[in-house]
């Protein structure tokens, strides 16, 4: 029998095993091989299955985990650049959760907590923007009067 086909089966075989199903004897009636290899596997699936015990990840794996598998997915090519604010907040997330497990006593900053809305960002980077080109623009009339003329008030 070919590796892939009975690596085939005895994934399907794994997944009912896992759904409280065992249908060895089907699998080994359509394919044969009642003496082989794949018979004694399925077998040790079953005695396998019947010493595990379900077993429910702790907080602390599933964040790990999910922090984990956030760095991959920011490191994997998606073909269109993130925007710098979701890098930015997934960064100070890993930082916010680091901070938590090594410093007991850290309290976690606002932000932290309650993630600033996105429009709410923009609009204060907006404000400073504007805030500096308005700068730039007085500075530069300014420096184009000449010594002696008033400014008007």
């Known amino acids: 029998?070919?590796?892939?086909?009975?690596?085939?089966?005895?994934?399907?075989?794994?997944?009912?095993?896992?759904?409280?199903?065992?249908?060895?004897?089907?699998?080994?009636?359509?394919?044969?091989n009642k003496d082989g290899d794949l018979a004694d596997l399925m077998a040790l699936a079953v005695r396998v299955r019947a010493l595990m015990a379900p077993v429910r990840p702790s907080?602390?794996?599933r964040d790990e985990?999910?922090?984990?598998?956030?760095?991959?997915?920011?490191r994997r090519p998606t073909g269109e650049p993130r925007?710098?604010?979701?890098?930015?907040?997934?960064?100070?997330?890993?930082?916010?959760?680091y901070a938590r497990r090594r410093l007991p006593d850290w309290t976690p900053?606002?932000?932290?907590?309650?993630?600033?809305?996105?429009?709410?960002?923009?609009?204060?980077?907006g404000l400073t923007t504007g805030a500096g080109v308005w700068a730039y623009l007085r500075h530069r009339d300014e420096t184009r009067r000449p010594h002696g003329e008033m400014r008007d008030a």
Not at 83 to 97: I, K, N
Not at 109 to 125: C, D, F, I, K, Q
């Open 1 to 32: 029998m070919q590796e892939q086909i009975a690596t085939e089966i005895l994934t399907a075989h794994a997944d009912n095993l896992i759904n409280g199903v065992d249908e060895r004897e089907n699998y080994l009636r359509l394919f044969g």
């Open 59 to 61: 907080p602390i794996f």
């Open 65 to 74: 985990l999910r922090r984990e598998l956030l760095a991959a997915a920011r």
């Open 83 to 97: 925007p710098a604010w979701e890098v930015w907040r997934d960064d100070a997330e890993q930082w916010v959760d």
């Open 109 to 125: 900053p606002l932000w932290a907590e309650r993630p600033m809305p996105r429009g709410l960002v923009l609009a204060a980077l």
